[in-house]
């Protein structure tokens, strides 16, 4: 079964941290570009880091400077390490892939997506 489980969310104060761990089970992540994309109720999921196979990187601006992507290969996973939260990165948080992809991809792109998992920012 070829699926994608993130883990890592919860809840935490402004300026707080957390790390989001997507796991990927049934197919080899090498050849995929990872995303983070977010989505809040009533919202437009939005893309927000990436990683493409080559290891270059993009961060929507809201965040740059503040969260961190990597992936490796070796345990088939990905990571998305995330500092000076603020209320406003409050979402549930999706770790998706694109076969070959680009460092930067949309929504209808995605090959498969995790399920998801909470994050509350939140004093």
């Known amino acids: 079964q070829l699926q994608l489980v993130e883990s890592g969310g919860g809840s935490v104060q402004p300026g707080g941290s957390l790390t989001l761990s997507c796991a990927a089970s049934g197919f080899s992540l090498n050849f995929y570009a990872i995303g983070w994309f977010r989505q809040d109720p009533g919202k437009e999921r939005e893309g927000v880091s990436f990683?493409?196979?080559?290891?270059?990187?993009n961060h929507v601006d809201s965040v740059k400077g503040r969260f961190t992507i990597s992936r490796d290969n070796a345990k088939n996973a990905a990571y998305l390490q995330m500092d000076k939260l603020k209320p406003e990165d409050t979402a549930v948080y999706y770790c998706a892939v694109d076969l070959y992809g680009s460092s930067w991809f949309p929504a209808s792109y995605v090959d498969y997506w995790g399920q998801g998992t909470q994050v509350t920012v939140s004093s």
């Open positions: 990683i493409s196979s080559s290891g270059e990187i």
